[in-house]
């Protein structure tokens, strides 16, 4: 009798505690509810605002290059975005692949030129894959341009540098950005942000 009312208190005292440590724990927000939720850094790695802010500074340098009165020029020549290439070592390909609209958003809004979307040809996208995979070539760039018929394309890639010290870890992201004349393979626009992560 004693064996199974030591049994009972402990196995309510196991539930009770259950259930003061599950209600402590970690709760489904949204960020609308909690002020400035997506402000604070989860990680040393790539967040959506880390990626947003370093595509906003090389939209920024882009709107004020010269290569964007070329285009005024040209009277709204063809461009297309090729997938930006992922040098680290975050999973972020999905990420990146989401940039490619927010590019296309932004050069089609400021109306200098005329967006060719590479989602209708999975086939070419599957080619640069690939070649992001074996080692980037810039040469083919070019070709990749004609072969989908537009006279520009807007290509880049995001790279890292991860320093360990003391149980302290900093990492600097970079974003690089270009833009390549098809027909001569001239790069006419090039430029790279920056953020840093850090454990301190």
Not at 5 to 17: D, N, Q, Y
Not at 28 to 42: I, N, P, S, T
Not at 57 to 66: E, F, I, K, R, T
Request: glycine content about 6%; aromatic content about 6%.
């Amino acid at each position: 009798m004693a064996l199974l009312r030591r049994s009972l208190v402990l196995s309510v005292a196991g539930a009770a505690a259950f259930l003061v440590l599950g209600c402590g724990g970690p709760k489904a927000v949204r960020g609308e509810d909690v002020a400035g939720l997506d402000d604070q850094a989860m990680s040393t790695g790539l967040d959506r605002r880390d990626l947003q802010k370093m595509l906003h500074d090389n939209m920024q340098a882009l709107q004020s290059a010269p290569i964007v009165a070329r285009w005024q020029q040209e009277k709204s020549p063809t461009v297309s975005v090729l997938p930006l290439r992922n040098e680290t070592t975050e999973h972020i390909d999905s990420q990146l692949d989401a940039l490619i609209s927010d590019i296309e958003t932004t050069l089609v809004n400021a109306g200098h030129v005329q967006m060719i979307s590479l989602e209708s040809q999975p086939q070419l996208m599957e080619q640069v894959r690939k070649q992001y995979q074996d080692g980037f070539d810039q040469s083919k760039i070019a070709a990749w341009g004609k072969q989908i018929g537009v006279r520009y394309v807007v290509t880049g890639k995001v790279f890292s540098a991860d320093e360990r010290q003391s149980g302290e870890r900093r990492v600097q992201y970079f974003m690089f950005i270009q833009v390549l004349d098809v027909e001569t393979s001239a790069i006419l626009f090039q430029y790279k942000t920056s953020v840093t992560k850090a454990l301190i």
